[in-house]
Every structure is written in C-alpha cells, then in structure tokens.
C-alpha cells in the first residue's frame, strides 16, 4: 500500500498561480514534484468553487462545513464557544443526577 502525502499550502497555492498563469497540469506536477494529476485537478476545484480553507487542512477526511476557527467571524466563534459550554454543562448536570441515585 501507498502512503498519503501530505502537501503543505504553499505548493498547493503554487500550483493554482501557474494553473492561472496557463501551464498544463503535466507541467505543474513536474515543477512541483506532485505525484498524481488528479491532486492538482481537486486545488484547482477547489479554488474554483471558492474553497481555498481546504487548502490548510490534513489528509483524510475534509471537512466542507468547518472551515477552521480563523476563518469564521468573532460572533461566530463566540457562538460555538458558547453551544459548547451548554452542552457541557448539560452533561454534568446529567451526571450529577445519576451520582444521587
């Protein structure tokens, strides 16, 4: 089996620069050592449908509706932070109740 590999941003942003500037994917993967064309085709997708977040995330899973903390508004997060603390204090709460019995 093949490992994943992991490209940082930066070559992924490369990527989309000469993409834009005309180059051929078969050129791109050459310049940047990429191993697969369809990598290059997925960035190029992905900035085409307004989705450069997906650029600073891992291999594996990705995750569309989670941008990523940076990215959201401050009221955003605030409203995150908050539905986390309710919930957390919704389970110790439960938790509680069930030491009495």
């Known amino acids: 089996m093949s490992t994943r590999v992991m490209y940082p941003a930066e ?3 490369k990527a989309i620069k000469m ?3 005309g180059k051929s994917t078969k050129e791109i993967m050459r310049t940047l050592n990429i191993k697969n064309p ?9 900035y085409r449908n307004e989705e ?7 291999v594996g899973k990705q995750y569309k509706y989670q ?6 508004p ?5 409203k995150i932070a908050l539905r986390q603390k309710e919930l957390e204090l919704e389970i110790l709460k439960k938790y509680k109740a069930l030491e009495r019995k």
Do not use: D, M, N, S
Not at 52 to 58: A, D, I, L, P
Not at 67 to 72: C, H, I, R, S
């Open 11 to 13: 070559i992924k942003e």
């Open 19 to 21: 993409k834009l500037a």
């Open 38 to 46: 369809t990598q290059v085709k997925t960035w190029w997708r992905w």
């Open 52 to 58: 450069t977040h997906r650029f600073h995330q891992g």
């Open 67 to 72: 941008k990523g903390v940076p990215e959201l």
């Open 74 to 78: 401050e009221i955003e997060q605030l």
